[in-house]
């Protein structure tokens, strides 16, 4: 599985950003993602996760409200929805897939990995 994530830039506190991320090379039908973000010096911590098949979500406390994880099946890619953005949101966001319909917020349960895009949010 290829993942590509894009959308990512620079916005201002309480603005918005849709990310993207576009699967590819195999079926995801039945297929977990999820997306991560990784600030300097941090680690990579869990944002949301949705399952493919069913469209079931999971979102971390600190995004909770703010942001949203959907699919599109027809074009095989998720999207994050990042509304009130604070400072504290900016970091390279990965998109991830691991090849199971079960929400998990473990980094290391997920088996692909897209390049990263970075969302920096100014204050």
């Known amino acids: 599985v290829q993942l590509q994530a894009s959308g990512g830039g620079l916005v201002q506190a309480g603005g918005s950003l849709r990310l993207s991320c576009a699967a590819s090379g195999r079926t995801i039908s039945s297929y977990g993602m999820g997306w991560f973000r990784q600030a300097p010096g941090k680690e990579r911590e869990f944002v949301a996760t949705i399952t493919w098949s069913t469209g079931i979500t999971y979102y971390a406390d600190s995004v909770k409200g703010r942001f949203t994880i959907s699919r599109d099946n027809a074009k095989n890619t998720v999207y994050l929805q990042m509304n009130s953005l604070k400072p504290e949101d900016t970091a390279v966001y990965y998109c991830?897939?691991?090849?199971?319909?079960?929400?998990?917020?473990?980094?290391?349960?997920?088996?692909?990995w897209g390049q990263g895009t970075l969302v920096t949010v100014s204050s």
């Open positions: 991830a897939a691991r090849p199971a319909a079960v929400l998990t917020r473990r980094v290391s349960e997920y088996d692909y």
